[in-house]
């Protein structure tokens, strides 16, 4: 893990989950190759909406499948394959001109994220949604910090030079839309769940595996989020050494 490339920690991200009561773990890695069994000739009703039937459409698309698997894209894949024109409601950004968020960490202070819609405009309007629906049911009442980890000395890591976090089930689930770098002070969302984390370092080997919607401004607070008192916590089933809060960081989120 220390010399080579860090590509078992992208499964380790998808696998961790994290809750009040405790660290837990659940497997959400998504074979692909599976999505394409169960496949049936029956016929598309034309008055239907254009719509995808799964959220992963938009990424298969986007990896050539509506040409190497058309049976099953056709049937299941119809806006992303452009076989039928989206509806409005689909393709509308429910984004007016966003510029910045600001998350609210108790006793540490505010941390500035300017937007980009023009990155993931799905994700985005999401989390805007989230931030405008503060207090409601769907707003961000579990909003949390529980893993913190600094830039290491050399290498890949341990520790992984990142702040992860929760954004709740309001967030619901999203899918990579454009590909970005991922710099020191890049924001990314974990596909197909709300989990989040803010880069501390540089991190070329993770390019185009997350869904990047943000940069942080200014590092300050989050600088001081690597340094507060963690446990560490070994994953059972890869082994891999992660930094945990030992008090999550519940934290406010509101448009600028």
């Keep these: 893990m220390h010399n080579h490339c860090a590509c078992p920690l992208l ?3 998808l696998s961790f989950t ?3 009561a405790g660290v837990g773990y659940s497997l959400l890695e998504i074979d692909r190759s599976q999505a394409f069994i169960g496949y049936s000739e029956k016929s598309v009703d034309s008055k239907e909406l254009c719509k995808d039937g799964n959220d992963l459409c938009e990424s298969w698309a986007e990896e050539g499948e509506c040409v190497r698997n058309p049976h099953f ?4 894949c119809r806006a992303s394959c452009k076989i039928c024109k989206p509806s409005p409601d689909r393709t509308r950004l429910f984004v007016e001109d966003p ?4 998350l609210t960490l108790p006793n540490l202070g505010d941390v500035i994220i300017r937007l980009r819609p023009d990155i993931s405009p799905k994700a985005v309007a999401a989390i805007v949604q989230l931030a405008r629906d503060k207090g409601g049911p769907n707003g961000c009442r579990s909003c949390r910090i529980y893993r913190n980890e600094a830039k290491p000395e050399t290498g ?7 702040v992860q976090g929760s954004l709740g089930p309001g967030l619901g689930k999203h899918s990579i839309e454009g590909r970005a770098p991922t710099h020191r002070g890049t924001v ?4 197909q769940t709300s989990e989040f984390f803010i880069s501390v370092g540089e991190h070329p080997e993770w390019n185009g595996s997350f869904i990047v919607w943000g940069e942080v ?23 891999t050494v992660m930094r ?13």
Excluded at 73 to 76: I, K, R
Aim: net charge negative.
């Design 11 to 13: 499964l380790i991200f």
């Design 18 to 20: 994290s809750d009040a």
């Design 73 to 76: 894209m056709t049937e299941s």
């Design 99 to 102: 510029t910045t968020l600001k």
């Design 156 to 162: 890949f890591g341990p520790p992984y030079a990142l």
């Design 188 to 191: 990314c969302l974990i596909a």
């Design 217 to 239: 401004e200014d590092m300050k607070v989050i600088d001081t989020v690597t340094t507060l008192p963690y446990k560490d916590f070994k994953h059972p089933q890869y082994g």
């Design 244 to 256: 945990m809060l030992l008090s999550e960081i519940r934290f406010d989120m509101e448009m600028e």
